[in-house]
């Protein structure tokens, strides 16, 4: 989808004109008749439409960012096979979400398709008013284009993206935007005695990766640097604690969300040039039973030298995410920020509309977590986080294991990961928004590409 600045000249557009009840730009008698209805029901916005394009008419207060994103994706659905160019008219506090929907709506992931479905999307440019500012649909373009590569990525199956592939996404993705990428390989991971990435890693025939993405630009403002660290389990089986399948594995190739969130983030705050000095970090291997793989009972000794007893090789996010989170001292971090489709039970708590987030920063990081949050409508909602949840994570054996009790599994894993950081820390479980089995207005179907917004939103008043 193209955004383009309207220039009144070619023709054939269609119009698309947003006002609000009782203004009387150029109503037309179906506006008027909506104008009425408006008034005594309940919806608080209608479109009509005829010859003269299309008329949308909103009440008077009646509406909130989100409804305007989500006319946005109506509008898409409307007219994705009917025109290729629109243009809209409005006021500039609602035809920038508007876009926002229209755009995010946009997103297809056909390329495994020998033939295209039909009818295909003709509809493919905006236009919009030139009051509009040049800054505000960069970003959005730039938003876009982040939000669909985290969606791409996480669409994308094991057959398509090894752990090695997936680092090699990351550093073509960032690369060219200002941002220095590692990758450390199989050797270096084993000279560094990563033991968390490594066993989880021993079932698989792909060797893991750990990527470093560094964005450090002229005159940040952070004296310390913000680490973000994303789980990138590019399938998990479970190993031999084996996942159930139909229902449990099926969409497991979505356990590298995480990490498409936080590099989507970083990717767009250098497009961005946020002056923030902001670090990447990205565990990658698939999970899965093999001659080799790690089994139930094994002791682990860990990047930091602690020691984990595994009880179930499907909890096998919060091994590698630990080494991340223990490499993450060498940067001095001020705050340490994961995101990782860490449990089902995060999803069974409270489902897809949000991501539930915990941790021991202060109260002022969570605050405008949340803010972030709401402002682009990728919600979270705060956990407790009291020390009696890590008694669950105590072994008889060895320092830790990897498996808590059966209630509350999304808040012992988050103790279990914080005995791994020095630094102010918010663990993020994004296992519920990440992923959508059925169609969610501007948030497509599929992957979702929860999280690089709301990160950047953060990011971005931080
Ligand atoms: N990747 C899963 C969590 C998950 C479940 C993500 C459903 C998205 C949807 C994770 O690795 C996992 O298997 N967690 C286990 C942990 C348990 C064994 C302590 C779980 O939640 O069942
Ligand atoms: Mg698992
Ligand atoms: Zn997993």
């Not at 592939?165 to 390989?185: C, G, M, W, Y």
């Not at 792909?206 to 680490?227: C, L, M, Q, R, S």
Request: glycine share 8%.
């Amino acid at each position: 989808m193209e955004l383009k600045k309207n220039n009144a000249k070619t023709g054939s557009k269609t119009k698309i004109l947003v006002q609000k009840v009782g203004s009387k730009e150029k109503p037309n008698k179906e506006t008027q008749y909506l104008a009425t209805e408006l008034a005594s029901g309940k919806a608080s916005w209608a479109f009509s439409k005829n010859e003269e394009g299309i008329q949308i008419l909103v009440k008077e207060n009646g509406m909130s960012v989100e409804d305007f994103r989500i006319m946005g994706f109506t509008l898409f659905e409307f007219l994705k096979d009917k025109t290729q160019d629109a243009e809209i008219e409005g006021k500039e506090n609602c035809i920038l979400p508007i876009l926002e929907g229209i755009m995010l709506s946009s997103y297809r992931f056909d390329r495994f398709f020998t033939t295209k479905p039909t009818p295909p999307n003709t509809f493919n440019r905006v236009y919009f008013p030139s009051h509009i500012s040049t800054a505000s649909i960069e970003e959005l373009s730039n938003t876009t284009a982040s939000v669909f590569w985290a969606r791409d990525m996480v669409n994308l199956p094991l057959s398509h993206l090894t752990a090695e592939q997936f680092a090699n996404e990351i550093s073509t993705l960032l690369t060219p935007n200002n941002i220095s990428v590692d990758i450390l390989e199989k050797a270096k991971i084993e000279a560094l005695k990563m033991g968390g990435l490594l066993s989880v890693n021993k079932g698989s025939i792909d060797p893991p990766t750990f990527t470093i993405a560094e964005y450090k630009p002229k005159g940040h403002k952070n004296k310390k640097p913000i680490v973000l660290i994303g789980k990138g389990v590019v399938y998990d089986t479970g190993g031999l604690s084996l996942k159930p399948t139909p229902g449990g594995m099926d969409t497991m190739k979505s356990d590298m969300a995480g990490a498409a969130a936080v590099i989507g983030a970083i990717h767009l705050a250098a497009k961005q040039e946020l002056k923030l000095h902001i670090i990447a970090l990205v565990p990658a291997t698939d999970n899965r039973p093999g001659m080799n793989a790690y089994t139930p009972g094994d002791v682990i000794t860990m990047y930091n030298g602690t020691t984990v007893e595994v009880l179930n090789t499907d909890a096998e996010g919060r091994m590698i995410l630990a080494d991340a989170l223990s490499y993450a001292e060498k940067f001095k971090p001020e705050l340490v920020i994961d995101a990782a489709t860490l449990t089902g039970a995060a999803v069974r708590a409270i489902g897809t509309h949000a991501a539930i987030v915990m941790g021991n920063a202060k109260d002022e990081a969570f605050t405008k977590l949340e803010k972030a949050g709401n402002e682009m409508h990728e919600r979270v909602v705060r956990f407790p986080f009291w020390e009696e949840y890590k008694n669950d994570m105590k072994s008889k054996i060895a320092d830790l294991k990897n498996v808590g009790g059966p209630n509350g599994g999304m808040i012992s894993a988050g103790k279990f990961l914080e005995t791994f950081v020095k630094a102010p820390y918010i663990h993020m479980d994004v296992a519920g928004p990440t992923w959508l089995d059925v169609k969610e207005n501007y948030k497509g179907v599929s992957a979702t590409g929860y999280g690089v917004r709301l990160l950047y939103a953060f990011l971005k008043n931080y």
